[in-house]
């Protein structure tokens, strides 16, 4: 597909199209990375620092992670793309006879359950960065720590974003049992961590102001 290595520009500019992809998705998985990237970025101003040389090898951990984390969410992007176009073509299948309802219906179980994958990890992932964040603003260089509040935040918004993606797609399943299981994941993480993220930023905002 190629939006994670598209341009600002290009990014946005199918976003606001008409196009299928990339949508809600890729964008919160994009957010996801650009949220986690602010966090590394505390901790490349923090390593090298004699004043935080008690936890350089922490942050060096840190960044570690993070520097895979981007990675994901930008593969996410791409992936949240490819799971989109045999959805968007299972709902315009016929069900005319009862052969067709029930090929369709065989067709959505699969192509949903793809589909909800997708931001599912994104949630993940972004829970990851979280726990992260959080230490890197509690750690981290003080001249930086406006970032990892921001960071926070953005890693909020790619979850609560990227979980209406799994809430869409799991209110259109008939196996309501699977499709409530992944709805309470979805429930658990973003009860848990957007309420570290609130913390985070509210720890932040509380030394600044």
Known sequence: MGFSTST?????????????VPGGGGASALVGAVGTALGNMVGSLTVGKKKYADV???????????????KDFLRLIERDAEVFEPLSKAYGMPKETEE????KARVMA????DACSVPMEIMEKCCEA?????????????????????AATF??????????????????????????ELNAKADAMLEKYCKLADETFDSVLGRLK
């Open 130 to 150: 979280l726990d992260l964040i959080k230490e890197f603003a509690a750690k981290g260089s003080k001249l930086a720590i406006s970032d990892a509040g921001v």
């Open 110 to 113: 699969i192509v949903l359950k």
């Open 155 to 180: 890693c909020k918004a790619a979850l609560k974003g990227a979980s209406l993606n799994v809430y869409i797609n799991t209110k259109s399943m008939a196996d309501r049992e699977y499709a409530e």
């Open 8 to 20: 600002c520009t290009e990014f946005v500019e199918v976003l606001a199209s008409k196009a299928p």
């Open 56 to 70: 350089e090898e922490e942050m060096w951990e840190l960044k570690g992670k993070c520097d895979q984390l981007q």
């Open 100 to 103: 067709e309802k029930a090929e």
